[in-house]
């Protein structure tokens, strides 16, 4: 299981850091990908870091402002997010996956149960 955390309400240029925990399960043999979804518009793929970490993917969008990464030990995702925009506003996601192979579109293809995921809110 997967929960996603650390969402709030922030001013734009503000920062936040999501986690995302695993428990039942280790972490260290999967991808963890990071997905929003804004208000009236579909699920987005944010951010994937590889098994090992060693590789990272980013969308356009949040390229240079948000840095993802993982802790082994806390079986645990992060989402740094700075600089943040209206536009970031949505309900953030984690998920995993075998590899971060096309995350952005082969993961939101692949059914799955998404967790209630957390609530960001960048405004002024």
């Known amino acids: 299981q997967l929960q996603a955390s650390g969402g709030g309400l922030v001013q734009p240029g503000g920062s936040l850091r999501l986690s995302c925990a695993a428990s039942?399960?280790?972490?260290?043999?999967?991808?963890i990908g990071w997905f929003r979804q804004a208000p009236g518009k579909e699920r987005e793929g944010v951010s994937c870091?590889?098994?090992?970490?060693?590789?990272?993917y980013y969308a356009d969008s949040v390229k240079g402002r948000f840095t993802i990464s993982r802790d082994s030990v806390k079986n645990t995702g992060y989402l740094q997010m700075n600089n943040l925009k209206p536009e970031d506003t949505g309900v953030y996601y984690c998920?995993?996956?075998?590899?971060?192979?096309?995350?952005?579109?082969?993961?939101?293809?692949?059914?799955?149960?998404w967790g209630q995921g957390t609530l960001v809110t960048v405004s002024s």
């Open positions: 998920e995993t996956d075998w590899t971060c192979a096309s995350y952005d579109d082969r993961w939101l293809r692949t059914p799955r149960t």
């Open positions: 039942g399960f280790s972490l260290e043999l999967y991808a």
């Open positions: 870091i590889s098994t090992r970490g060693e590789t990272t």
